[in-house]
């Protein structure tokens, strides 16, 4: 009998089940996987300068693959501690990663060993399962486990934790086949009847549509729904491009990161048909402010303890998003509300005409709103866009263009800083094809600018826009607001990103002010090269979105 080590095992179940590219940091406690990946050279290795960052390459990844993105915590103890953040954004994005922990050896563990700390328990809280291998026999099989959880149901991470000697342990030689994953249907037939019945008596109808349809490639299906019942779309928050950017029936994002036609529309409908999305906080702050408390509502997730959780839906069902508008679609349910088709007709001129003026903004230093709709002009059809969280991708979240599928990606739920500039290079990885453009403040930059290393060394151009306001814009909106202009720890101080971009052997651009923008990124594209483009804006031009959190100042 032929035996192989444990890295080599676990290679080759990551080489059967389509994971050509993993993510990571290299540390000594999984050099025989490291060997096996030299060996094989099937997969592609991501070495990131920092655990947290391949994490979120990872979780990049897998959005735009729909495949679990593996990172490697190849140290165990703080290397494995340093991707907590990276796993606990993929839980609240539910996002399918598996990270392969390295851990301490199995006859060294419970005996404060140098860089020993409970793993396991460390991630239990945030990931789909976080679990110990104990013998070599059953790694290949958990990992494969591992596999399965994560890209099942409503999707997220899972930590399979292994110890050292594990890796460098004899196993019989192994050939595994990919794993079949079981999918989901559409709603039970009678849902779609009843769905179908409502709809084709609305007079306000609406469709809610969430990130669903990205999971199970439904933006054709979702289309095909609003063009045949003439019924107007809106996104959940971050999933701006479930629709082509102005197809006639799409509003945008709806709720607080939304736009004012698409958040009146969940507001005013008298029917809302909620497909792939939760109604969660981030898409409604859980409030009647942005789905009418008199609106009839339809709801069909993957998941269904999140059917009605937050909303009460009068037709509560479980099933695929894709799959329940195909149906839904051969129904032919097209309701009779001119009038309300009309009304948004109007407001989405409205709104349009809104950009424009937002667009020729002309103040210096730059308004950010000027600045996004430059590079809304200026991106290509085909690009990825991935932001980061604060005060100036808040602004963004419903001002740019997305024309192709999986055309943006965003931190969600767990809305962390720094995670723009690592999901750009994710994302370039999965699409090599595609242009890739991180939005993002210049507090978030400093987070992982390191990273712009990792991109040039492993070729993987990127575009990352640093909008420059000097600030941590959204406390300081904060600040002014509720405290008096009170600023302490708000402003900051960054330095030239673009220049840094050109030490580390990539191209920086500074943008001096209004009409750079888009000459930018145009340049930026046709260089094939990593790009930091810069430019001061407005560190006036802020907003504050959580205000039901501070209480107004009173007058003396």
Request: aromatic share 6%; charged share 20%; glycine share 10%.
């Amino acid at each position: 009998m032929t035996n192989i080590t444990g890295g080599e095992a676990v290679y080759r179940v990551l080489k059967a089940n389509g994971i050509d590219t993993v993510f990571g940091l290299l540390g000594g406690s999984m050099l025989e996987l490291y060997d096996a990946m030299y060996q094989g050279k099937d997969i592609a290795y991501v070495g990131a300068r920092d655990e947290r960052a391949a994490g979120h390459m990872a979780d990049a990844w897998a959005r735009m693959t729909g495949k679990p993105g593996v990172v490697l915590g190849a140290q165990a103890g703080p290397g494995v501690v340093n991707i907590v953040t990276a796993v606990a954004e993929a839980q609240l994005a539910y996002s399918p990663m598996v990270v392969i922990a390295g851990a301490i050896t199995r006859a060294d563990q419970c005996k404060d060993t140098f860089q020993e700390v409970d793993q396991v328990a460390l991630f239990a809280p945030i990931s789909k399962r976080s679990v110990m291998v104990t013998d070599p026999s059953r790694l290949a099989p958990m990992l494969e486990d591992a596999i399965r959880l994560a890209n099942t149901g409503r999707r997220g991470p899972v930590v399979l934790h292994v110890p050292r000697d594990l890796f460098a342990e004899e196993v019989p030689e192994i050939q595994p086949q990919p794993l079949n994953i079981a999918r989901p249907g559409p709603a039970a037939p009678r849902d779609i009847d009843a769905i179908a019945s409502m709809l084709s008596t609305a007079e306000r109808p609406v469709i809610f549509a969430g990130g669903g349809f990205k999971w199970g490639e439904g933006r054709a299906a979702l289309v095909a729904l609003a063009e045949t019942l003439e019924v107007p779309v809106v996104a959940s928050t971050g999933h701006a491009d479930v629709m082509p950017h102005r197809h006639a029936w799409f509003a945008g994002q709806a709720g607080p990161r939304g736009n004012r036609v698409a958040s009146r529309l969940t507001k005013e409908a008298d029917v809302m048909v909620v497909l792939g999305a939760r109604l969660g906080f981030n898409s409604t702050f859980h409030s009647n402010d942005y789905v009418g408390a008199e609106t009839r509502i339809a709801h069909v997730d993957v998941e269904g303890s999140a059917v009605g959780r937050y909303f009460p839906a009068e037709i509560a069902a479980q099933g695929d998003a894709r799959l329940t508008a195909e149906a839904l679609t051969q129904t032919r349910c097209r309701p009779e509300c001119d009038r309300w088709r009309a009304a948004f007709k109007a407001d989405m001129d409205s709104l349009w005409a809104e950009r424009a003026e937002e667009a020729a903004i002309d103040t210096l230093p730059m308004h950010p709103r000027r600045a996004l709709g430059e590079l809304r002009e200026a991106l290509p059809e085909n690009a990825i866009v991935t932001l980061d969280t604060g005060n100036t991708c808040l602004q963004a979240a419903d001002r740019l263009a997305h024309y192709a599928p999986m055309s943006l990606i965003t931190p969600l739920d767990f809305g962390l800083v720094g995670f723009g500039l690592a999901a750009a290079i994710g994302a370039k990885a999965a699409a090599p094809e595609r242009p890739v453009v991180a939005i993002m403040g210049d507090g978030a930059v400093g987070y992982t600018m390191i990273e712009i290393q990792t991109a040039i060394s492993h070729g993987l151009p990127i575009t990352i826009v640093v909008l420059d306001n000097e600030a941590w814009g959204a406390e300081k909106a904060y600040q002014q607001e509720f405290y008096g202009g009170r600023l302490l720890g708000a402003e900051i101080q960054s330095p030239r990103y673009d220049k840094f971009a050109e030490l580390c052997g990539g191209k920086g651009i500074w943008v001096e002010g209004p009409g750079g923008m888009g000459p930018a990124l145009e340049d930026a594209m046709a260089s094939g090269q990593t790009t930091v483009i810069q430019a001061k804006i407005d560190p006036g031009a802020l907003m504050t979105l959580r205000k039901d959190l501070f209480k107004a100042p009173t007058e003396d």
